[in-house]
């Protein structure tokens, strides 16, 4: 008895110190399952369908693995379900954060936190260590069920702006490849299973600070997903004016605190592909806002320079870099209420890197005094390697000048002083009352949450690829970047092409670029597209020979009180109802596939309508600025069927009568 009751004891506590833990979402969606025998492990299900299995978690701090053990010390669970209202609207005005917890604290100073949401599932480090400590290696795996297909933006290094298409193959397929975050993973349908659509799974992360992002290699096996990080520099040299490069790097990816969270790592999972753009993940897992005051923050629209080369026509004095034609801008954006116009690059001299002195041909100063007078703000363009060398004096000059935001640019990296310098330049933008538009950046990953100034980001292979790349940003990327791309949040595309080709006709031009795809198609990227400060890209003199242009991109607003995915296919089409007020504002776009869609007007309240329409003309397919404004009324409920056509596009004013 003495034998078996021993036998019993021993059985207990080992079953004691591997025990399983679970934490499932509120609406039972997805559950995610722990596992601590030989090691921290977990594994997550989407309802009944097994989405990965067993993948080990673990974090090298000065030599030390932790998650190679995993006695628990201490378990605590709870559930939220709050209501967020971002400071600039992050797809619609109110957010429920809806999860429930669990965390699990180690032997040896270190733990776990498990978040549950019936739209995805999260975890994140967390260490208890004195003083401060070297991370060597984070352990990110994803072993996935079988060797389904994959969508990753490709990265040629880790010095990248995130400016990359997509690559679809299998897990196993992908080699050498090192894909950018957001990635996406596709659960076929399983009829063994009795699982019949497709469970897409989006990976990303949230709440990167003082710490590199992280990219997703193949692994050791063939299903299996594994992270890799970039080290922390250890010399860096300049080739160009705007590039700092790594010339060798530490033996260790971040020099940190030792008591302190680690990033979230992300797994978005849905049925449905308009559950991607709906997704607030990123954001709800952002850090706590670290500003009081926000009054100040405008999102807006902005005439933009760059992309038309300051193109202008039908003016009196020589068009370019120089007063006269950003006053021009100035009259364009007063005219229309667009609330900024942006000096980009050529204000200063990028030689000198001297941002407190203007160019002769431009008087910035007076430009914001011209500009306050119109209610036109001015943002100004640098390079991040100009802003830091002059971050004593910039801010602060720039601020007492009046310029209402910066574009910031060319950082082209993720590493752990890179993402340091994205939050000290938010902090300090903040301080100033400054927007940040963050160009040649990589993927959002929650700082808006935290500094709301931080507006829009880039990261994005955008509209300005056209100039040169030659059929990149065409219809086909345009339909996998919002699911996407977009689902870590805003974009700054810069849509906005008056000059529009079909594959056919179209060139790469330099000084007067053109988009592929449709005119329709860019009116619709403003509903699809979502960036508080939002670019029209072309030249004013382009858009005044056109006003019926106008008549759209003029009040389309920039954020949105409420958004409906009416219907989605990735990579194919979407069809998005955002709401600014009483106002309903309809985009739908295709690929280079001519489509005839249904848009079901069941959103509206119940009532009558009236329905302005920008659609693609009857020969849209040969000649892409070919568009036509039809204006008729609607009711709540009724539906209308849509042609696009190849690389087409409809969008929709709706208001009511």
């Not at 080290?231 to 790097?249: A, L, M, S, V």
Request: charged share 25%.
């Amino acid at each position: 008895m003495k034998t078996t009751l021993t036998a019993l004891i021993t059985a207990l506590a080992a079953s004691t110190l591997a025990q399983q833990y679970f934490v499932q979402s509120p609406g039972g969606n997805n559950t995610i399952e722990v596992y601590t025998e030989g090691g921290l492990a977990y594994q997550v299900r989407h309802n009944k369908v097994m989405v990965t299995t067993p993948s080990p978690i673990s974090i090298t701090i000065d030599g030390k693995k932790y998650g190679e053990t995993a006695v628990v010390t201490n378990k605590k669970e709870r559930s939220e379900d709050r209501i967020l209202k971002p400071v600039v609207k992050e797809k619609r005005a109110e957010i429920r954060d809806r999860y429930n917890e669990l965390e699990l604290t180690f032997e040896s100073g270190y733990g776990v936190i498990f978040r549950a949401f019936d739209n995805g599932v999260a975890y994140r480090l967390f260490t208890e260590l004195d003083g401060e400590v070297l991370v060597e290696a984070e352990e990110i795996v994803y072993n996935f069920t079988g060797d389904h297909p994959a969508s990753v933006p490709v990265s040629d290094g880790f010095f990248s702006h995130y400016e990359r298409g997509y690559t679809n193959l299998t897990i196993s397929a992908l080699g050498d490849i090192m894909a950018c975050l957001p990635s996406m993973v596709t659960l076929e349908p399983n009829l063994k299973i009795a699982r019949e659509t497709e469970v897409k799974v989006a990976i990303t992360e949230a709440d990167l600070d003082s710490y590199p992002g992280f990219y997703l290699v193949k692994g050791a096996e063939k299903n299996q997903l594994v992270s890799t990080f970039p080290h922390y520099p250890k010399t860096t040299y300049q080739p160009t004016d705007r590039d700092i490069k790594i010339g060798e790097r530490e033996n260790f990816i971040a020099r940190t605190t030792g008591s302190r969270a680690f990033p979230w790592r992300l797994m978005v999972i849905t049925d449905e592909d308009r559950e991607l753009i709906n997704n607030t993940l990123v954001y709800q897992l952002g850090p706590e806002q670290a500003i009081e005051n926000t009054d100040w923050i405008k999102p807006g629209k902005v005439a933009w320079d760059w992309y038309n080369m300051n193109n202008i026509e039908g003016v009196d004095f020589k068009a370019g870099i120089n007063t006269e034609t950003y006053k021009y801008y100035i009259d364009f954006a007063s005219q229309y209420g667009l609330e900024y116009i942006i000096l980009d690059e050529g204000w200063y001299d990028i030689k000198t890197n001297d941002l407190l002195d203007p160019v002769d041909a431009v008087d910035v100063q007076e430009l914001i005094r011209y500009g306050k007078k119109k209610n036109v703000g001015i943002i100004l363009w640098v390079t991040w390697t100009a802003l830091e060398e002059n971050a004593d004096t910039a801010y602060e000059a720039f601020a007492k000048w009046g310029a209402k935001g910066i574009k910031v640019d060319f950082m082209q990296r993720d590493d752990q002083p890179m993402v340091d310098f994205y939050s000290r330049c938010a902090a300090e933008a903040a301080k100033h009352k400054l927007l940040v538009d963050f160009h040649g950046s990589y993927k959002p990953a929650g700082l808006r949450r935290a500094y709301p100034n931080v507006i829009t980001r880039e990261g994005v292979r955008g509209l300005e690829n056209n100039k040169w790349e030659g059929m990149f940003s065409n219809p086909e990327y345009c339909l996998e970047m919002p699911f996407l791309r977009m689902l870590a949040g805003p974009v700054d595309y810069t849509p906005g092409a008056m000059a529009n080709a079909q594959k056919e006709n179209y060139n790469a031009v330099w000084n007067r670029p053109m988009s592929l795809g449709t005119r329709a198609h860019q009116f619709a990227m403003y509903v699809v597209y979502e960036s508080p400060l939002q670019m029209l890209a072309d030249a004013p003199s382009s858009y005044l020979k056109e006003p019926e242009v106008m008549e759209f991109l003029a009040p389309v607003p920039s954020v949105w009180d409420e958004t409906v995915v009416l219907d989605a296919k990735y990579s194919d089409y979407v069809v998005i109802a955002r709401r600014n007020g009483d106002t309903w504002y309809v985009g739908a776009m295709t690929d280079w596939t001519p489509r005839d869609l249904d848009v079901d007007f069941s959103f509206l309240p119940k009532g009558k309508y009236t329905i302005d329409i920008w659609q693609d003309g009857a020969n849209a397919d040969k000649r892409a600025t070919d568009y036509k404004k039809v204006s008729t009324k609607i009711k709540a409920g009724e539906k209308m069927n849509i042609h696009l056509a190849p690389g087409g596009g409809w969008a929709a004013i709706i208001k009511q009568k």
